[in-house]
């Protein structure tokens, strides 16, 4: 089973700042990992994920996160956050065998971008 | 291009009652994911079902609760005799085939409340 820790509930910043939610997870196989995005009453979507390859991803709208097995994180970060930013944020992990379908999150952390 | 349609939004019960949840997936997916998401909790998985069949259930309470996803017609989740710890926001998802490659999109949710 995994298990996912993201460390910060709430995180506020000002616009055009840089910004990084954390995210820790534990498992016992090998996982691939991702970060959703909610807006206030609508369904999460999908930011970007880990497969394999390179331990760097990127989304389309700037934000990019980093797998580090040694330290088993996979934080999300922007150099520069907008308004439009403002959202939860959850990390996920799943196994990477047979039950993959199965995504166990964080509790999310709230990002509110101040003008 | 519609994405995955729950209905509806918001549910309001009392103590005992019927509560039917329903997820029409994306055009062209076959495969069903249903989540809980308890109040300021990350989203857990409850059920995996593909047409006519559940894959796999092991996040489905034991007793009250039933997931279907017929041949024609929208996936329902079904809670009897609902109780005030049932009160959380349901996503469901959906996929067009099987593998974390095949991601998932998530519907907007649905409220339910019990009174």
């Known amino acids: 089973a995994q298990s996912v820790t993201q460390l910060d509930s709430q995180v506020p910043v000002f616009e055009e700042a840089p910004v990084e939610l954390r995210c820790n997870y534990s498992s016992s196989v090998s996982v691939y990992l991702f970060w959703y995005v909610q807006y206030p009453n609508q369904g999460l979507q999908l930011l970007l994920k880990y497969l394999s390859g390179s331990t760097l991803v990127e989304s389309i709208n700037g934000f990019e996160a980093e797998f580090n097995k040694s330290q088993t994180s996979f934080h999300l970060r922007k150099p520069s956050v907008h308004i439009s930013d403002t959202a939860e944020y959850f990390c996920a992990v799943s196994d990477s065998g047979g039950s993959n379908y199965k995504l166990t999150f964080g509790k999310g952390t709230l990002l509110t971008v101040n003008p | 291009n519609a994405g995955v349609m729950q209905n509806p939004r918001h549910l309001v019960r009392r103590r005992g009652q019927e509560a039917r949840l329903r997820c029409s997936p994306m055009k062209g997916h076959s495969h069903v994911y249903w989540y809980r998401q308890l109040p300021e909790e990350g989203l857990k998985f409850m059920v995996y079902?593909?047409?006519?069949?559940?894959?796999?259930e092991s996040g489905m309470p034991k007793e009250r609760f039933s997931a279907e996803f017929p041949k024609e017609g929208p996936s329902i989740l079904r809670i009897q005799q609902v109780v005030r710890g049932d009160s959380a926001a349901y996503f469901c998802?959906?996929?067009?085939?099987f593998g974390v490659g095949q991601p998932q999109h998530f519907g907007d949710g649905t409220r339910l409340s019990i009174l």
């Open positions: 079902l593909q047409k006519e069949n559940i894959i796999d």
């Open positions: 998802a959906s996929s067009p085939g």
